[in-house]
T-cell receptor
Framework: AQTVTQSQPEMSVQEAETVTLSCTYD???????LFWYKQPPSRQMILVIR??????QNATENRFSVNFQKAAKSFSLKISDSQLGDTAMYFC???????????????FGKGTLLTVNP | DTGVSQDPRHKITKRGQNVTFRCDPI?????LYWYRQTLGQGPEFLTY????????KSRLLSDRFSAERPKGSFSTLEIQRTEQGDSAMYLC?????????????FGSGTRLTVV
């Protein structure tokens, strides 16, 4: 079974600064997908970014980028130019492919609560 | 279409009662997933459907839990004889296809409190 570990329960950053959230995972699979989801207070979970394991290039979405180290099984999220609206719980998730490759289910870490201070 | 809808948003029930939650996925999404999130934890997989077929169930889903997706549209999750340990946020998500699609779309969840 896959496991996902987020070692930082809480983090804070000043507005406009950069912050990095850590995530490690354990798997015996070679081809898989990793995700970061954001869950603002009392709001629904939103996909931030995803990474395909067979791609060496790190994924980037505007101010969000990842540092994917496959050998180390590490998948950190960097948020640049932090904004007040980035305050949320951030979950790292591993996608396990099921049903012959046509479906997948996610294993989530426990999350990191990020607070952006003005 | 306004995304994945879940009803109710909050449910308080007495221990031993039955409860049912509903999820309406995005209309063109044929995959539907149920997750459970307890306080301080990430969501945990419960079950998923492709169209009307329930393809996998987690061992977390005891005999008191049942999920259906008649006609491949909305889905219901029923918990019979609720216990205090069932208190959690129940999340529904949908996707239009497999892993190459850009992740799930989650609903806002149903928060269950068993007293």
């Amino acid at each position: 079974a896959q496991t996902v570990t987020q070692s930082q329960p809480e983090m804070s950053v000043q507005e406009a600064e950069t912050v990095t959230l850590s995530c490690t995972y354990d798997t015996s699979e070679n081809n898989y997908y990793l995700f970061w989801y954001k869950q603002p207070p009392s709001r629904q979970m939103i996909l931030v970014i995803r990474q395909e394991a067979y791609k060496q290039q790190n994924a980037t979405e505007n101010r969000f980028s990842v540092n994917f180290q496959k050998a180390a099984k590490s998948f950190s999220l960097k948020i640049s130019d932090s904004q007040l609206g980035d305050t949320a719980m951030y979950f790292c998730a591993f996608a396990e492919i099921v049903s012959g490759g046509s479906n997948y289910k996610l294993t989530f870490g426990k999350g990191t609560l990020l607070t952006v201070n003005p | 279409d306004t995304g994945v809808s879940q009803d109710p948003r909050h449910k308080i029930t007495k221990r031993g009662q039955n409860v049912t939650f509903r999820c309406d996925p995005i209309s063109e999404h044929n995959r539907l997933y149920w997750y459970r999130q307890t306080l301080g934890q990430g969501p945990e997989f419960l079950t998923y459907f492709q169209n009307e077929a329930q393809l996998e169930k987690s061992r977390l889903l005891s005999d008191r839990f049942s999920a259906e997706r008649p006609k491949g549209s909305f889905s219901t999750l029923e918990i019979q004889r609720t216990e205090q340990g069932d208190s959690a946020m129940y999340l529904c998500a949908s996707s239009p296809g497999g892993i190459r699609n850009y992740g799930y779309t989650f609903g806002s969840g149903t928060r269950l409190t068993v007293v």
